[in-house]
């Protein structure tokens, strides 16, 4: 079986071309041998896997060569950012791993020094107030094959500039009447350098400046300057930002500030996964999904509510790595390197999901054993627990068939099976309901086969788990599979959009699953192995009483079956 190398994060990191191009700037000493990064997000959603990836890249390389890495707000647009993406940011940074150190920034603070690095523009006849719309500014920015229209405000007096950005300022206009345009080439092979909108007008609450400005920074105006005022060696972004580059490049040359050196990597992309904030703000608001946290949501809050471990994203992104060529990366494999961790360091438990009540004919009535269970086969410190065994039991529906296919060997009439750290049983009777259902079955032990092994050196082909009926803590267990039916979300029937790849059987929630009595003191956040079912996780829902777990991941290991297929 081919699968993925998995190394510890201590190993040393494989090679790419951002680290070259590091190595080679420490080593001719370009920025005094400084490495400073930045994670700059946007706060107008929550921060999902792709994110991840650059989180790992930014505070990795940070770490690793013994540099700087500050968590940055580019906060440019109130319309759509709020306080509570801000925080979920903060919190989703923080559990990955990345430490910025104090150092936490907005683009925000920065207003007053972009607001007079535009008027330095302005004077130099580098920018100019337009009142063309901006259905009219698209209409006059041409094409790839023809160069744009140059706007009949482009050539206003630097005074009649100034006097209008200032009343810009001062809130005189209504929302998108006038745009502060930079002063580039409207014939440029570069869209990005057809006169550029710089700064809008926007009467709108800043969630941080409340209501100081009403007119706005463009992200591409404020991006680059804002890495230049923190010093950043190596502005590292996705591929996407790569012809905004020559832009960002001319404002820090024409204003004459520090010019930080920008590097593009291939954006993340995941099979049957949506990785755009603003289709995933859509499926909120839609109520396709509970929240931006819903286990079925690819966004790290869902990730870790779901039970994943920061450990296992950053296995994940580590193994990806960077290239100058955007690809799409298997689900299989996120889920791999998630397998990988827990199996480390998820406790074992019994859990039986959908019960069917066992009655053992010859077993003590009132007897409890305590069966010795490991509690991590893959981790000796975690030691044993005891699993009270009695006369009637709960096992899985799907481990008993009265009428058994061919190659079924789980239990059935006449059959005898190991129940798992208890004894060998033989299935003797059912009993069955009026319409025909099995509904109890009944079973014989053999008290010489305690702890599961037989004295007389007979074999069984199948063990199950099972929960004593007497000691079972009830909860809810909900079964999550992916959000979507098809490998590219994007790609929906003609004259439908992504909601229609929606996978209708993508949640089921079971509501009278049968857990051993350990785990009635599990805690929200808790991750489990329950044994032949899978992994799972204490869902934030749960409360005294009520326990809610989630399936982060099954058992069943589908990276093998792709790595065939690709071969």
């Not at 001319?250 to 755009?276: A, K, M």
Request: proline share 6%; aromatic share 10%.
């Amino acid at each position: 079986m081919n699968t993925p190398k998995t190394e510890p994060e201590t190993a040393p990191a494989p090679s790419n071309f951002i680290r070259e191009i590091i190595l080679d700037d420490l080593k001719t000493n370009k920025y005094g041998g400084r490495v400073h990064t930045r994670f700059p997000p946007e706060p107008n959603g929550y921060l999902h896997i792709g994110h991840a990836k650059s989180i790992n890249i930014n505070f990795g390389f940070a770490k690793e060569f013994g540099g700087k890495c500050n968590l940055r707000f580019d906060d440019t647009n109130p319309s759509k950012e709020e306080t509570e993406y801000v925080d979920s940011i903060i919190e989703d940074v923080h559990w990955l791993g990345g430490d910025w150190e104090g150092r936490l920034f907005y683009a925000s603070d920065y207003f007053e020094q972009l607001y007079e690095w535009a008027v330095q523009l302005i004077r130099a006849g580098k920018a100019y107030v337009c009142d063309l719309s901006a259905d009219e500014v698209r209409q006059q920015r041409g094409t790839l094959t023809e160069p744009g229209r140059e706007s009949p405000y482009r050539n206003r007096s630097v005074e009649e500039n100034l006097n209008l950005f200032e009343r810009m300022k001062a809130g005189e206009f209504p929302d998108g009447a006038r745009t502060l345009r930079a002063k580039i080439d409207m014939a440029s092979a570069n869209l990005n350098l057809r006169d550029p909108i710089m700064y809008r007008i926007l009467h709108a609450e800043h969630h941080r400046t409340g209501g100081k400005w009403c007119i706005y920074p463009m992200y591409d105006f404020a991006h680059g300057q804002s890495d230049s005022i923190e010093g950043i060696t190596h502005s590292i972004c996705t591929l996407e930002f790569e012809d905004h580059r020559p832009l960002y490049d001319w404002y820090v040359e024409q204003l004459g500030i520090y010019h930080p050196q920008q590097i593009e990597f291939d954006r993340l992309n995941v099979t049957y996964t949506l990785l755009s904030k603003r289709k995933l703000l859509q499926l909120v608001q839609q109520g396709h999904v509970s929240g931006w946290n819903d286990p079925r949501m690819p966004t790290i809050s869902g990730l870790r509510r779901r039970g994943y471990t920061p450990e296992a994203i950053r296995s994940f992104c580590r193994r990806v790595g960077v290239s100058k060529t955007n690809g799409t990366t298997e689900l299989g494999l996120l889920e791999y390197f998630l397998r990988e961790d827990l199996n480390k360091r998820a406790p074992r438990a019994m859990a039986v999901l959908r019960p069917l009540r066992v009655v053992i004919d010859n077993y003590p009535e009132g007897q409890v054993e305590q069966m010795e269970a490991v509690n991590n086969p893959e981790d000796e410190s975690a030691g044993t627990r005891s699993v009270p065994f009695s006369k009637v039991l709960y096992i899985e529906q799907d481990d008993f068939r009265e009428d058994p296919p061919k190659q079924y060997f789980r239990l059935s009439p006449g059959r005898e099976v190991r129940l798992r750290y208890g004894y060998f049983v033989t299935c003797t009777g059912v009993v069955k309901d009026s319409s025909g259902a099995v509904t109890e079955i009944h079973c014989s032990y053999d008290p010489a086969t305690r702890g599961g092994n037989a004295p007389d050196g007979r074999k069984v082909k199948s063990t199950i788990h099972w929960v004593s009926a007497a000691h079972a803590v009830n909860a809810e267990v909900r079964l999550y599979d992916n959000l979507f039916t098809c490998e590219d979300p994007n790609q929906a029937p003609e004259g439908q959009d992504f909601t229609a790849n929606l996978n209708p059987n993508s949640l089921e929630t079971l509501g009278d699953c049968k857990l051993e009595p350990a785990l009635a003191a599990a805690a929200p956040g808790n991750r489990y192995q329950f044994e032949r079912l899978g992994y799972f996780a204490v869902d934030p829902d749960s409360a005294p009483g009520k326990l809610v777990f989630n399936r982060t991941v099954a058992l069943r290991d589908t990276w093998a079956k792709i790595e065939k297929k690709s071969k």
